[in-house]
């Protein structure tokens, strides 16, 4: 390029950016043409680091209709550059017909410093401005532009001239006042420091060009810097705009300021909005708070109409004060505003009126629920005093059972006989105390407990609160202890004055009619287990079953499955059979599925019929035979009859953990051996112990038994071993209550006396012989009748529990003996057979020899 005439240039065209003397320009070089001219200059023999020449020239400034060229990048202060996204090409969107008319009559002639290809076939190009040009003429147009060209070099001030001298010290000083800004605004320090050494030292004309770099100013504007080859009139220009860019800075700075002022830690997050107000409020556009104090008033009427206690209403009023004084953007807002809309939402004053008619509240349960006659007894005499005496403090009941015997629809029926609100409330799995306390309002995402919660769900201060499966809640842990925290929930002398930790006002809860539910009482601790009243729900017998499925099931199932209760029928005997041989529960759960599984298959069946128009042979009653067709095969089968009847064997009764009964095989067999008593079938510690008891007691009595020949005779029990098993080995066992019946089992093995299968027998031995009582004696009963027993052996003492608890009709299948002593189990359980030999007195002899 050394041969070419400097007057005359090749053209490089850019859109949407000016390139000054004294500044770099980074270029995307794609155009076919402007391609050509970098092929040249990279093919020199300078090659990449060639000091050619080009002119620079802007395209005129587009109209709004055409689409501005973003391919051309950006330079920002100081000569460093950014990248612009890659969209259209200057040369795509150049009008290659009329392009000498699109260009600008300035440019600047520009040195390329650096020239690189791309991977497109094209260049990026860094040039460097070095003079103001004017494009005389083009010269030529293909293979691309060339123009002879006037350059301006830059003029020196004469010292003559005192008006471009004070306007050169002028610009200075507007430079310094630029740079003053820029250092509050915290600019990098080498930046600050070229800019600084730039003022002090560049001339007039060079300075105008770097600062106007640095402000922020239109296309056309740095056009007219461009073309204003007259110092006087640059320097007057740029003076301008920099003037103008000082007084946003100012603007900017100021608000700034009145945002930092209003600004406290905790407020750091809303500093956007904060700026956004100060800007609205320096263009005149003031906030408008009518809305947030429309808010405000209709909170202090919620206050006013809710009622609160004279502690609650004080807190409410201060947090109230504290809320008009806020700003709404402010963090602490919405939480005192969140706290006081839940402080009128609490039912301080509200409550419903009780239905104290005594009758109505009978038949309601009656209707609800079959039997449970001592929890529906509570209720009523609850219902009574309540009638009595209108101040009476709700009753803590728990009521306690298996699973299925509906515990948690007689909470919901209690409510509807009182004619209160009811809420459910689940414990299980809670493990958290601040579920029960509520969290404290210093916490992010703080919320009442599980009791405030449900006041203000309900709506009243008398509700029914039934806390399900209180016995699965958590102990204590690094969260608390929530069995601890419910302890003055359920305490009648404290719950007037609970404390929630996020209302954090005494609440009365001494109206709410708390009732929990429970499976076993094992995992309720003690203290919390001394503040209810335990109220035993225990498993149905058959003939109950029957009637809750012929009053409640089996309807609620007919219309479940969109039939009328012509469309089925099932008669007492075939609920019969689905209840004995394809369940095996305390409660009716099973029952009501099977009961579904039947009409789902009725359902069917009524439904082909009446596709095919045949309805008249559809048959609405289930059969015996229906029933195994539909269900199967049978899945329990009467373990009492399938039992065999060999010496050895002998039923026991057994209370589960769940709270429902059952019977209970032991066996026992003998070989030769060392005497060792082997036990299996996952035994507890206390059940081997009972059975090492019965052991001893037989080696004891054995001559009186019939087992040996004589009293004396030690070799009989050591030249044999013992092995009792309990069957369902997967399944732990433990507990007192089979030491008659383990006692039993081995006299009859040695004695080869058999015990009839149809007769169970239960209670606690001691080691003379003397029958314990023991627990759970209902539930036990009550599986012995769902086995088919016939005759079951009892502790005396335990009487009282049979004439008590059991049902009558149970009562009236079923043979009862007590027993006093273990010869009283051997005579009934052997049919009356008394096969011990009455021991003669022994005669003390003193000797006098």
């Given at each position: ?16 950016k000016v ?33 050619s ?13 055409e ?12 000569g ?48 460097e ?7 005389d ?13 006037t ?10 001239d ?16 630029l ?7 915290k ?20 300075l ?10 239109s ?10 080859h ?6 007057a ?84 004060k ?5 700003h709404p ?41 079959y ?10 005499e609850?219902l ?50 601040a579920?029960?306390?509520?969290h ?8 009442p ?98 009637h ?7 309807p ?53 019929a009446?596709?095919k ?57 003998q ?28 080696r ?16 009989f029990?050591?030249?044999r ?89 149970v ?35 003193e000797?006098?020899?």
């Amino acid at each position: 390029m050394t041969n070419i005439n400097p007057n005359v240039l090749p053209i490089v065209p850019i859109r949407n950016k000016v390139l000054l003397p004294g500044l770099a320009l980074r270029l995307q070089i794609n155009r076919k043409d402007t391609v050509l001219i970098m092929q040249k200059i990279y093919k020199s023999s300078d090659n990449k680091e060639s000091k050619s020449l080009i002119g620079c020239v802007p395209v005129k400034p587009i109209t709004s209709k055409e689409n501005p060229d973003e391919n051309i990048p950006s330079p920002d202060s100081f000569g460093s550059f950014k990248s612009a996204s890659p969209k259209k090409t200057i040369e795509q969107t150049f009008d290659q017909s009329n392009r000498s008319s699109d260009l600008h009559n300035y440019g600047c002639a520009a040195r390329i410093i650096r020239l690189d290809r791309t991977v497109g076939g094209g260049f990026t190009a860094v040039v460097e401005g070095i003079s103001r040009i004017r494009v005389d003429r083009y010269v030529f147009e293909r293979p691309y532009l060339e123009a002879e060209i006037t350059i301006f070099p830059e003029p020196a001030i004469p010292h003559d001239d005192q008006e471009l001298q004070g306007l050169a010290v002028s610009l200075k000083s507007t430079g310094r006042e630029l740079l003053a800004m820029l250092q509050e605004l915290k600019l990098p320090t080498p930046v600050l420091t070229q800019l600084q050494k730039f003022i002090d030292g560049a001339s007039a004309g060079a300075l105008a060009d770097l600062l106007i770099s640095t402000v922020e100013s239109s296309y056309e504007e740095k056009l007219k810097i461009l073309d204003a080859h007259d110092l006087k009139t640059r320097i007057a220009t740029s003076i301008d705009l920099l003037t103008r860019q000082i007084h946003i800075l100012k603007i900017s700075q100021k608000i700034h300021s009145n945002v930092e002022g209003k600004l406290s830690k905790k407020q750091k997050e809303f500093y956007l909005r904060q700026q956004l107000n100060a800007i609205k409020e320096e263009l005149g556009e003031h906030y408008d708070s009518s809305t947030d104090d429309d808010d405000v008033t209709d909170l202090t009427k919620r206050l006013q109409e809710a009622g609160l206690k004279p502690e609650a209403d004080r807190t409410a009023q201060r947090e109230l004060k504290r809320l008009k004084r806020m700003h709404p953007t402010q963090a602490e807002y919405q939480v005192v505003r969140t706290y006081l809309e839940t402080l009128s939402e609490i039912p301080w004053s509200k409550s419903t009126t009780d239905v104290l008619d005594i009758d109505k509240a009978r038949h309601q349960l009656e209707t609800d629920h079959y039997g449970l006659t001592t929890v529906k007894k509570r209720v009523l005499e609850y219902l009574a005093v309540l009638k009595l005496k209108d101040d009476m403090k709700g009753p803590i009941l728990c009521l306690l059972g298996p699973p299925g015997v509906g515990k948690t629809s007689l909470g919901k029926s209690i409510a509807n006989s009182l004619g209160r609100k009811f809420h459910r409330i689940s414990l299980g799995g809670v493990k958290d105390e601040a579920e029960i306390r509520g969290h404290r309002r210093t916490y992010i995402g703080a919320m009442p407990g599980l009791i405030s919660q449900g006041l203000r769900r309900v709506g009243v201060n008398n509700p029914v609160f039934l806390l399900d499966e209180i016995d699965k809640v958590g102990h204590i842990s690094s969260h608390g202890n929530p069995s601890a925290a419910l302890l003055e929930v359920l305490d009648p002398e404290q719950n007037n004055t609970f404390n929630d930790h996020y209302i954090n006002v005494p609440l009365d809860l001494s109206k709410v009619l708390f009732i929990a539910t429970a499976n076993q009482i094992d995992t309720i601790p003690p203290p919390l287990l001394d503040r209810m009243e335990l109220i035993t729900v225990p498993g149905y017998t058959f003939d109950e079953k029957i009637h809750i499925a012929q009053r409640h099931l089996l309807p609620k199932q007919i219309a479940a499955h969109g039939l009328s209760p012509n469309d089925v029928k099932i008669s007492n005997h075939v609920l019969l059979k689905i209840t004995t041989g394809y369940t095996r529960e305390a409660g009716v759960r099973n029952f009501e599925r099977e009961i579904a599984s039947v009409c789902r298959a009725k359902a069917v069946e009524y439904a082909d019929a009446k596709d095919k128009e045949r309805i008249h042979i559809y048959h609405p009653e289930v059969t015996e035979d229906d029933v195994e067709s539909i269900l199967g095969v049978e899945k329990f089968d009467n373990e009492v009859a399938e039992c065999a009847s060999k010496p050895g064997v002998v039923t026991g009764l057994s209370w589960t953990a769940s709270g429902s009964g059952g019977i209970l095989f032991i066996e026992a067999t003998q070989m030769p051996g060392k005497g060792i008593l082997q036990l299996t079938g996952k035994l507890g510690d206390v059940i081997k112990e009972s059975a090492q008891i019965a052991l001893s007691w037989v080696r004891a009595h054995s001559f009186q038994l019939g087992i040996t020949n004589s009293s004396t005779e030690s070799t009989f029990f050591f030249q044999r071993d013992v092995h009792v098993h309990f069957p369902a080995g997967a399944i732990g066992k433990d507990g007192p209550s089979a030491g008659v019946a383990l006692t039993t089992a081995l006299v009859s093995l040695f004695t080869r006396k058999i015990v009839p299968p149809t007769t169970a027998m239960t209670g606690e031995m001691t080691l003379r012989g003397i029958v314990l009582p023991v627990g759970g004696i209902k539930e036990k009963v009550i599986a012995a009748h769902r086995a088919r027993i016939r005759k079951v052996i009892l502790p005396s003492r335990n009487r009282k529990d049979v004439e008590g608890d059991v049902p009558a009709n149970v009562k009236e299948e079923i043979i009862f003996v007590y027993a006093n002593n273990i010869y009283d189990v051997l005579q009934a359980a052997f049919e009356g057979e008394k096969i011990w030999v009455e021991t003669p007195p022994i005669v003390e002899v003193e000797s006098h020899l």
